[in-house]
């Protein structure tokens, strides 16, 4: 991928000097532009060789668009915090919001190659971790993020010259490392691990656009045409009517439902129940071994997400309660999920489940979770069936990466019948202090239990994996429920432990 550049690309100070002001203009003109519209945001990623104009890249772009819109973020070695998450964790987090522009300057594909290079992972690893970028990729494209993806080339000899060059001039000196030199050692393997990485993660999502290093004008217009470029065919694209829109992704094939109108939940014992006493028993029990577990030695290289869904009123608060009881409050926190912020909605929406991420030794809570992207938003129409349907995918993969960071995932779903959600919904109009569990939204969810509970079903089957399994509880009785959820986390908690 690279023998185009390495021919030598020029551009002569005349041409340089005549094309700068009207292409600063005009890249200012569509900054503003996306940054009014605010339908989607832009992601630059500065990669390719020491020497090649990376660092002053960055500081072009900052000085040829408004900065205070413009986040720049050198991912350099992760920090320990950064080390207690999965790999993609703090690249999530600096996401930037729909109509701003995030820059890195080192990203999710230097470690990959760095690693590889220096013998500090093995093929197997590598293809793993390029699985991981394309996937990340293709959700951020599809989410409506703009990636531009550039790969800043010098052949080996010109490298070496370049180095040597800034190296000499008291000037750029500071620019060249002795980790630089160590780099260049390795020139011929940096290159072709590099070229195997842009080679398989070159797609019509995110292609890459490798860049000649060596002069600084051919690299500058360079850059500056190609996002100028892409930001007006991407506006292009946004005001054609929407039947004329090229779609991002291939309309889905449509879930067949149950012919007999038999689904997974249909099966559970709703009549299962624990008397008073037994229960009493069982949950001191319970919440003793739940706290001897977390604090547990080996835990501080563990974290625990427990993630709550079911039917309204079906106990999912009561039972979160029945856990966090059992736990030191300075290393648990519970996250209520209800309808996505403003600043939620400009990103993509596994985004604001991302940043809550624990460290190791702790406990997060989730009541309501992901899920709402194949539930809720599936149900009310809130999204497209393309993007509800991709999001099974996704979800599977944002939970192997959390397991795969020592996290153990423990996923409930809470199951009542029908005739026992109304008996409670009733309950809640009619206790004074209860009435805040109870809404119009409530009321109106239950008349769609049919399509929610079909939704449900698809969910369960379709994202119960070996690293993060789905617990179906039987919650009619909610002594049964809290029992067999403790006991669940336990036992989850024992064999990772």
């Given amino acids: 991928m690279f023998e185009a550049a390495e021919l030598g690309h020029k551009i002569d100070k005349k041409r340089y000097e005549q094309e700068v002001p009207p292409l600063r203009a005009a890249l200012l003109d569509a900054q503003y532009e996306m940054l009014e519209r605010k339908k989607f945001p832009l992601i630059i990623l500065i990669s390719g060789v020491d020497g090649a104009g990376k660092g002053e890249t960055v500081n072009l772009l900052n000085e040829w668009m408004d900065p205070r819109h413009v986040q720049v ?41 760095v690693h590889r290079v220096l013998n500090l992972s093995d093929d197997r690893t590598l ?50 490392t002795p980790q630089d030199w160590k780099n260049f050692e390795r020139y011929d393997d940096f290159r072709t691990i590099s070229e195997r990485v842009l080679r398989e993660t070159s797609t019509g999502a995110a292609p890459w656009q490798v860049v000649e290093g060596l002069d600084a004008n051919y690299r500058n217009l360079t850059v500056g045409n190609a996002i100028l470029s892409a930001l007006r065919r ?35 014992d709703l009549s299962r129940k624990l008397d008073k006493d037994t229960y009493e028993t069982k949950l001191e029990e319970q919440q003793g ?53 403003e600043e939620e909605k400009a990103q993509p929406y596994l985004w604001r489940f991302w940043r809550h991420i624990p460290g190791h030794g702790n406990v997060l809570i989730f009541d309501r979770s992901w899920y709402g992207r194949v539930l809720v938003e599936r149900v009310e129409g809130f999204c497209a069936e393309e993007d509800w349907m991709r999001a099974y995918g996704e979800i599977n993969d944002f939970e192997e990466q959390l397991t795969q960071a020592n996290m153990i995932v423990a996923k ?31 009321w109106r969810n239950r008349e769609k239990w049919d399509l929610y509970q079909i939704a449900a079903s698809d969910m369960i089957e379709r994202t119960n994996t070996k690293h993060a399994p789905w617990t179906l509880v039987e919650a009619n009785d909610k002594r049964f429920t809290r029992i067999k959820i403790l006991d669940t986390l336990c036992d989850r908690l024992e064999k990772a432990l």
Wanted: with cysteine; proline share 6%.
């Fill in 412 to 442: 409930f779903w809470l199951q009542i019948s029908k005739e026992e959600q109304l008996a409670r919904f009733e309950e809640r109009q009619a206790i004074d202090f209860k009435r805040f569990k109870i809404t119009e939204e409530d």
């Fill in 73 to 113: 973020h050198a991912m350099g070695k992760p920090t320990d915090e950064e080390d207690d998450r999965p790999r993609m964790w703090r690249f999530w987090r600096a996401l930037p919001p729909r109509g701003k522009t995030g820059i890195f300057f080192g990203s999710w594909y230097t470690d990959p190659i």
């Fill in 289 to 341: 071994r739940l706290n001897l577990l977390t604090r547990h030695k080996n835990f501080r290289k563990r974290a625990l997400i427990c993630v709550f869904e079911g039917a309204d009123a079906a106990g999912k608060g009561g039972s979160i309660r029945r856990i966090t009881a059992a736990l030191d409050a300075r290393f648990y926190k519970v996250i209520p999920i209800a309808a996505p912020t």
């Fill in 127 to 176: 293809d793993h971790q390029i699985g991981e970028i394309l996937r990340f990729e293709r959700m951020l494209h599809d989410e409506g993020v703009l990636v531009l993806k550039f790969w800043f080339h010098l052949g080996k000899k010109v490298q070496k010259k370049r180095l040597k060059t800034l190296e000499k001039d008291p000037r750029t000196r500071w620019r060249v």
């Fill in 234 to 268: 991407r506006f292009a694209e946004e005001d054609r009517p929407p039947a004329e829109r090229r779609r991002s992704t291939a309309a889905p094939a449509p879930l067949t439902p149950s012919i007999d109108q038999v689904h997974l939940l249909d099966k559970l």
